[in-house]
């Protein structure tokens, strides 16, 4: 099992250009999730899945859209952007059932000059 | 709103010598409470879940426990390998599994 699989692993990025950051795993988890961190605050929810067709915005959606077609795949798209979402985002997923926490990928850093 | 709060923000111990991290958090029903370890350049890595007031979880050099108010990640006879950052989670008991709240975590170095 690879688990949560991201690519890039870094990015640089004009402002106002858009990209796609993938996400893929190998476990059959149902709930698949993006979150960025940034210095001096916890991981925050950008948007959710809990399953294939199912997608839903979290905590800090604005600028950032999702799409899950598969189980497996999970990408994340900035529209147009900007310096603000310079940061490092994670993917990570989670079956439905057990008391296991989240599987994270290793990350991608993006910034946005 | 679910809040967590963790302390100290960094810990520079001596190998060997034990500690205890904490995470405070409020929410208004508890699901679980989660801790991670992170290393540098890494993604978070699963660690534990608690569920309920009194309860223990241990691995190796680190146990967790739960009160109703606080979790502490007690790390005894601490080595090298367990710098890391380490962070807690919450989940309330309404809405579904996404509906996690993360802490800033607590940086660990322990020196040899």
């Known amino acids: 099992n690879a688990g949560v699989t991201q690519t890039p692993k870094f990015q640089v990025l004009k402002t106002g250009q858009s990209m796609t950051l993938q996400c893929a795993q190998d476990m059959n988890h149902e709930y698949m999730s993006w979150y960025r961190q940034d210095p001096g605050m916890g991981l925050r929810l950008i948007h959710y899945s809990v399953g294939a067709g199912i997608t839903d915005q979290g905590e800090v959606p604005n600028g950032y859209n999702v799409s899950r077609s598969t189980t497996e795949d999970f990408p994340l798209r900035l529209l147009s952007a900007a310096p603000s979402q310079t940061s490092v985002y994670f993917c990570?997923?989670?079956?439905?059932?057990?008391?296991?926490?989240?599987?994270f990928g290793s990350g991608t850093r993006l910034t946005v000059v | 709103e679910d809040q967590v709060t963790q302390s100290p923000e960094a810990l520079r111990l001596q190998e060997g010598e034990s500690s205890s991290l904490n995470c405070s958090y409020t929410?208004?029903?508890?699901?679980?409470l989660f801790w991670y370890r992170q290393d540098p350049g890494k993604g978070p890595e699963f660690l534990f879940t608690?569920?309920?007031a009194g309860e223990e979880k241990e691995k190796e050099r680190l146990k967790a426990t739960l009160t109703k108010k606080e979790s502490f990640l007690h790390i005894t006879a601490p080595k090298p390998e367990d710098s890391a950052t380490y962070l807690c989670?919450?989940?309330?008991?309404?809405?579904?599994?996404?509906?996690?709240?993360f802490g800033t975590g607590t940086k660990l170095q322990v020196i040899p």
């Open positions: 989670a919450v989940q309330p008991d309404s809405g579904g599994y996404q509906k996690v709240t």
């Open positions: 990570a997923s989670k079956t439905g059932t057990g008391s296991y926490g989240y599987t």
């Open positions: 608690l569920y309920s």
């Open positions: 929410v208004s029903g508890l699901r679980g």
